[in-house]
């Protein structure tokens, strides 16, 4: 006997997995991908992006905004 009992099966989520790891540029599924947020001077702020696609997006913003990203210091003075 089957009871309908379930509404909507909540979905599981391995605990390393909060997130589907997803880029949201290429839509494909990455071992490791970075949340974007540039402050609102990109159009792709507030997504996650695999290595490439981040890259590209990061690009494209100025440099003076790259500045303001804590890894992009190499290329300054570098403190650590
Ligand atoms: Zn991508």
Redesign the pocket.
Known sequence: MREKESKKMPKLIPKNKMITMM??????E?DKIGFFDSGGASMWDGHF??R???NKVFNQLSEKKKGEFGFYEKTKTSKS
């Not at 880029?23 to 494909?28: G, R």
């Open positions: 880029c949201s540029k290429c839509q494909k990455q992006y695999c490439g696609c981040f």
